[in-house]
């Protein structure tokens, strides 16, 4: 049985407020439901934690870097995220992609350096406009897959998830016959790479998840979850998607 697993991506926002959010949402989950992980931008980490600490919620960092320390000004390494008392980090986010120009062998560096600070990687693939709209949509996929999750990857210390990048902040969502068809060949190919642990990874949905749609999306077999952007900055849209996670 895989846990089901709803995280919130902050991104580049959060303040006092959005924290204030924050303890709202953790007063209200119960231990058995999904998993929560809140991933709020690196400086709110501890303070994240502080209000979270005594709920069953979970703190994530947004980005690793792949080194332990050194000359990498602005940078934030795996074992600082781990020391705010966080238990996982996003690594190869389609806006880090874009917008740092990241590469699927860094991003597995990033998963890898995720792993030896004790951090569950949750490793994001998916495809942009164009790719979607050619022929060979699951070959592009399947191979961001395989380039970004690095060996030794298990459902323990790897989560994947798979956000189309036209789905992002769009409000536009691939069809759940799409979905359906996506996170079924991903769950093929961790089978066919890690034998019968390919089974025990939660595969999240990303991409304009909202209370409205949310139920629908976790109807598909191979949908562990959901990582959630926009929605996830106010804990009335996001209790609603926690709550069809749940009832799914
Ligand atoms: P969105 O973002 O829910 O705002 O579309 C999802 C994400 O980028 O993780």
């Not at 790719?131 to 990857?153: F, K, M, N």
């Not at 210390?157 to 799409?178: H, K, S």
């Not at 991903?186 to 990303?206: H, M, Q, S, V």
Request: net charge negative; proline share 4%; charged share 20%.
């Amino acid at each position: 049985m895989r846990r089901k697993l709803a995280a919130g991506n902050w991104k580049m926002n959060g303040d006092a407020a959005l924290l204030a959010e924050l303890g709202t949402l953790a007063e209200h989950q119960n231990a058995n439901g999904p998993q929560i992980i809140i991933c709020p931008p690196a400086p709110l980490l501890s303070r994240a934690h502080e209000i979270t600490k005594d709920s069953p919620v979970d703190i994530g960092g947004q980005d690793c870097h792949a080194a332990t320390s050194g000359a990498h000004t602005g940078d934030v390494a795996a074992s600082m995220i781990a020391d705010t008392g966080a238990t996982s980090v996003i690594v190869g986010h389609s806006e880090r992609r874009g917008d740092h120009g990241e590469t699927n062998a860094e991003i597995r560096a990033k998963a890898q350096a995720a792993w030896a600070a004790n951090l569950t990687a949750i490793i994001c693939i998916g495809e942009s406009e164009a790719e979607r709209t050619g022929p060979d949509t699951l070959d592009v996929i399947a191979a961001q897959l395989d380039a970004s999750v690095p060996d030794g990857a298990t459902g323990e210390n790897t989560v994947i998830a798979y956000e189309p990048i036209w789905a992002i902040g769009t409000g536009r969502v691939p069809t759940l016959d799409q979905i359906i068809e996506t996170h079924d060949m991903i769950r093929t190919k961790l089978t066919d790479r890690f034998g019968k642990t390919g089974n025990a990874f939660r595969i999240l949905y990303g991409g304009s998840v909202k209370p409205t749609n949310a139920a629908e999306i976790f109807t598909a077999e191979n949908v562990d979850g959901a990582l959630v952007g926009g929605a996830s900055l106010k804990a009335a849209d996001f209790q609603p998607i926690i709550d069809a996670l749940d009832a799914s």
